[in-house]
Each structure stands twice: as C-alpha cells, then as structure tokens.
C-alpha cells in the first residue's frame, strides 16, 4: 500500500522556519518525483517544490525561490521542505505527492498519490 505521511507543521511567527517532512512507503522511492503543494483557504492548490532524480530540483511557486528548499533522504524513504523567512501569505495545509515515472510537475493531476497535508500557520 502507498502511503506519504506529511509531518513538522504547526504555528511559527513570521520570518520564521518549519521544516516539513514527508515520509513515503508502498514503492520505490527513487523511482519517482515527490512534490510539495499547498493549498491557502480560499485558493487553489498550487506547486511549491519538486525533486526527483531525473528533474533534479524545481520551483513552481516564485514566492517561495530564496526562501524554501527541498531535499531528500532515500536511505529513509523521506523529502524534506525547509521553509525560511516565513511569511503570513505561507498559511496554507502542504502536502506531498508521488509521481511515478520520476517526472515533476506543477500540476497536480500528474501526480498518483497524496499525503492527507499538514498545517502551517504563519502569523504577523
């Protein structure tokens, strides 16, 4: 069974870091892409980050370049989010998704599996 697991949200004052963590199971983890998404109340869910081997790293979110980082841990099966300087316009639920063929993308409908997100509360 495929499962992603997101952790590491929570409240954080502005200018702030959390560091997110996303922990996958059920396949192999090499083999694919693992984005990071958010979705703010009100808003459509959009890209933040993605790493695969073959992509390497890429930004979908301008906002965020300079201040968030991805990386991965595949002996651990785990993709990590570094937030930075967080501001309150990060508030949004983040989760992590698989893409299988180990392409990224920003859009959200290329992905196969999701976490059930985690919460990141910035406040001013």
């Known amino acids: 069974e495929v499962q992603l697991v997101e952790s590491g949200g929570g409240l954080v004052q502005a200018g702030g870091s959390l560091r997110l963590s996303c922990a996958a199971s059920?396949?192999?983890?090499?083999?694919?892409?693992i984005g990071w998404f958010r979705q703010a109340p009100g808003k459509e869910r959009e890209g933040v980050l993605c790493?695969?081997?073959?992509?390497?790293?890429?930004y979908y979110a301008d906002s965020v370049k300079g201040r968030f980082t991805i990386s991965s841990d595949n002996a651990k099966n785990k993709v990590y989010l570094q937030m930075n300087s967080l501001k309150p316009e990060d508030k949004a639920v983040y989760y992590c998704?698989?893409?299988?063929?180990?392409?990224?993308?920003?859009?959200?409908?290329?992905?196969?599996?999701w976490g059930q997100g985690t919460q990141v509360t910035v406040s001013s």
């Open positions: 790493i695969s081997s073959s992509d390497g790293i890429t």
């Open positions: 059920g396949f192999i983890f090499d083999d694919h892409a």
């Open positions: 998704a698989s893409e299988m063929f180990g392409y990224c993308s920003g859009d959200e409908y290329e992905y196969d599996y």
